[in-house]
């Protein structure tokens, strides 16, 4: 086999993380090819806005508006999808990879919704999909959970995925500051969107864990097949109520499977972490996840998970296992499902097999017999109550109750807490949180 003196590559996209790559290999050129034994050239580049100023300037020979001329360019051997969105996004991608072309993307929701369709496109015309910046930016989980530990079956995979919503729960939680304080704060710092639903909503970890599900379990597990629960919801007295019982709160992505049942389950929600926990420590915009493996235990994953500069460098790490696909011959492993688990008719678990302990925040009359009300609820639905915390309220005659429980199940929690809602003695809906007493 001939072996190329250089790599061709089309830009689609060139928003924040395009002119990173952009940067970053104009910069790194002389000594990426000595490294990988491969020129790396940006030939086209396709933009929205040609005339639109840019942090970087290129030559306008190499500017198109047209996403698709470059997927099916045949001089084009890599094609980096930095589009966003699942339209264009999945039209330039799909045909790149009827031509045979190495895609490299770093959008999850297009992997979450379509990646079933895109694996089977590369496998059919022999093409490669690499997706290392789709999910915790620079941290390189996709490669540690595909190669670095493919002697590993995963019972247990969590961690924070989203750097918007952990840089306003380490504010929320180090300042006393509100919720809505800290979101304004994030969108003038440019940690979060004009429209900031999808982070703190949980949405955008929910792509990212279904991502993490199929390359862990090979299964596709959807957003509406979870439980996915944001943070717009707490308050600073949350995150003081969970210090005082020795936890912190963070936005996880939790993926477990029981082996013995054949059963997964993904879930996004608010998380009591112990504070001796490393992952209960990582603040700001960073990331973390823990994996454990039956084989090796639990390893730990920490980095910038957005940005320009670490979403660019796992972009880039992809461009090098291009180059050795296309100059080598190796890693065709990385875009197919050899390796991976077989599904084995898995399930997802049903919600009372489910089990940890939980955080409960009621607003409640300030009047006798309203505690005992609530424990009679909880008694009924066979959850028990561990601690109970009452603090005043800033409504007006109410009080604010904090109840932990012992472990119980989704199914009977959720019973109970429809069951409290319609108690005349609680004035708002109440808050659950999951408390997740994690071995790392």
Known sequence: MSIPAGIHIGLCGLGTVGQGVWKHLDKARSELTARLGLRLEITRVAVRDPKRKRSVR???????TDALAIAADPDIQVVCELIGGTGLARKVTMTALAHGKIVISANKALICEHGAEIFAAARAHGGHFLFEASVAGGIPIIKALREGLVANRFPLIYGILNGTCNYILSQMASRGASYAQVLAEAKQLGYAEADEALDVEGWDTAHKASVLAWLAHGIWVRPDEMIVEGIDRLTPAD??????????????????RDFSKNEICVRVHPTLLPHRSVVANVNGVFNAIAVTGDVVGTTLYIGRGAGQDAT?????????????????????HLTNESGLPAVNGCRIAPPERIRCRYYVRLTVKDEPGVLARVASVMARQRVSIATVIQNPSERAGAASLVLTTHESDERSMQRALKKLGSLGSVLEEPLLLRIGDFSE
């Open 58 to 64: 290129i030559p306008a020979g190499k500017l198109t």
């Open 239 to 256: 995150l003081q109520n969970a210090a005082t019982l020795g936890y912190g709160i963070k936005l996880l992505a939790v993926i477990t």
């Open 312 to 332: 660019a460098s796992a972009v880039i790490s992809d461009i090098g296992d291009a180059c050795a696909l296309i100059g080598h011959g190796r890693g065709a």
